[in-house]
């Protein structure tokens, strides 16, 4: 099995940055893309930077020039670098990792993390 471990969240004050780390333990096989999504209370979660094996980046327009994510492939290591951080940023923020972990997977499969609370005070 794959466990995924983020860190780095905590509280800032609105303009401040964070930057959160994913790190994967277990065996895997191969990685589709790794990707950070946050839910906020009441809310649906939702989508915040995804990376490709290839290193193509996506992200909605709410944290487009403000967010970026970055891999390391050695160590299955996904950041999420966070700047000029809004109140509405406020979330638990969620690693996910899409892949197989054996070669007799057909389909990738979607694992998530726990999770870590950032909170950004105005």
């Known amino acids: 099995q794959v466990q995924l471990v983020e860190s780095g969240g905590g509280s800032v004050q609105a303009g401040g940055s964070l930057r959160l780390s994913c790190a994967t333990s277990?065996?895997?096989?191969?990685?589709?893309?790794m990707g950070w999504y946050r839910q906020a209370p009441g809310k649906q979660r939702e989508l915040v930077a995804r990376?490709?094996?290839?290193?193509?980046?996506t992200y909605p327009d709410s944290v487009k020039g403000r967010f970026t994510i970055s891999r390391d492939n050695a160590k299955n290591t996904v950041y999420l670098q966070m700047n000029s951080l809004k109140p509405e940023d406020t979330a638990v923020y969620y690693c996910?990792?899409?892949?197989?972990?054996?070669?007799?997977?057909?389909?990738?499969?979607?694992?998530w993390g726990q999770g870590t609370q950032v909170t950004v005070s105005s």
């Open positions: 990376i490709t094996s290839s290193g193509s980046t």
């Open positions: 277990g065996s895997i096989f191969s990685i589709n893309a």
């Open positions: 996910n990792l899409i892949g197989k972990l054996s070669t007799t997977e057909i389909y990738n499969r979607s694992y």
